[in-house]
């Protein structure tokens, strides 16, 4: 029943995907990635750690032992938080986190969603849900925000699914 769940969302998305692309295109995110970002064959771990914009992601991934499961079959998506993403977060936040393998799991699942969605999916979706098994709320009103974090970067392709490149740290 899941699966089918999951099937009738990506599908339900397709009508959507084009209006985000076209909102984030005119939207002009303002996002410039510190390093150019090259996906060709990597899965989704590897394509990660080759950019320095997502080392505190890799290195949160690596504490929650998440590595193997990400290197996977997939298609997984993952709405990604930046390096200034977990910056932002409260004082001792990301060390309370790393410290914590649960925590940092639940956190990290309720970033990933089954399949791979790309920006055409997600128009006029309120909400997708993810591997922690929540839902994570959509919102294109204006922009793109999931979860009230800023869609910045979409359709980073990797082998075994896609990157949405996010402003801040989704907690469930």
Known sequence: ???????????????????????????????????AYSSDVQDL????????DFSTLVTAVKSAGLVETLKGDGP??????TNEAFAQLPA????QLLA?????????????????????????VTEAPTVLGKTLPVDSSSGVKVGGANVIKTDLIASNGVIHVIDAVLLP
């Open 100 to 124: 914590d393998k649960d925590a940092l799991t639940r956190v990290l699942t309720y970033h990933v969603v089954p399949g791979r969605v790309l920006a055409k999916d997600v128009i006029n």
């Open 76 to 81: 997984f998506t993952i709405f990604a938080p």
């Open 45 to 52: 771990v590897d394509f990660a750690a080759s950019a320095e």
């Open 1 to 35: 029943m899941k699966s089918l769940r999951c099937s009738l969302w990506v599908a339900s998305l397709s009508v959507v995907g084009l209006v985000l692309g076209v909102t984030l295109a005119a939207a002009g995110s303002g996002y410039a990635p510190s390093k």
């Open 92 to 95: 001792g936040t990301l060390d």
